[in-house]
């Protein structure tokens, strides 16, 4: 089980607003998260859901931002002093989600000048996204979840990349570098390993200051 610690936090961007993919549209404001690629992403309520959890915890202490933490690159990570355990603990969030075939479509056609398909997706694994994502598709929530457990947040998303099986290039970065493969292996082969890192990843990523605080607490509205 995830357990929280209440630490005094901001997440904040100084240019946007913190976590605006969960802002729901109001009027004629259509919001980010109902546009083409997120509008039939059902997982929406699990971040509603740990929010509401949090906050009973600790009222006012964690942002949207870090309830909904967005992918990065180890540059970023490095520069505000997180290794790349966290960066690979905190690409296990694809546990949960789903995705357009616009999201991988580069990955299993006309991948390159000699390849259609990625050689690092696993061949069936392959097949079964194109039969999913044909050539002419018209169908607009076509896609599929991030692993097989679409409602538990577990390793399976590392089991499923040491197999190729995943779905976006960023998640196949950490399998290119001995150091992070480790990683991936150590996530892999232990769920307790996996909540640990993921827990201190968090934990860290909360006591970074980016720019003004702001913690809402319904993350659907700006307060």
Known sequence: MLRVRCSA????????????VLL???????????????????????????????EALCPGVVSCADISVADTVPQSFSQIGLSLEYLVALSGVHTLGFAHCSSFQNR???????LD???????SFAASLRSVCPVHNKAKNAGTTLDSTTTTFDNVFYKLLLRGKSIFSSDQAPLTTPETKALVSKFASSQQEFDKAFVKS??????????????????????
């Not at 936090?9 to 605006?20: I, N, P, R, Y």
């Not at 004629?28 to 998260?33: D, I, R, T």
């Not at 299993?108 to 000699?114: E, K, L, Q, T, V």
Request: with cysteine.
């Open 9 to 20: 936090e901001t997440a904040s961007t100084a240019t946007g607003c913190d976590a605006s």
């Open 202 to 223: 968090m934990i860290k990523m909360s006591s970074i200051t980016t720019g003004g605080q702001e913690i809402r607490l319904d993350c659907r509205v700006v307060r």
């Open 108 to 114: 299993i056609r006309n991948f390159n000048a000699s």
């Open 24 to 54: 729901a549209s109001k009027g004629n404001q259509k919001a980010e998260k109902d546009g083409p690629p997120n509008a039939s992403l059902h997982a929406f309520y699990v971040i509603d859901n740990a929010k509401k959890a949090v």
């Open 117 to 123: 398909i990625d050689p690092s997706l696993q061949p």
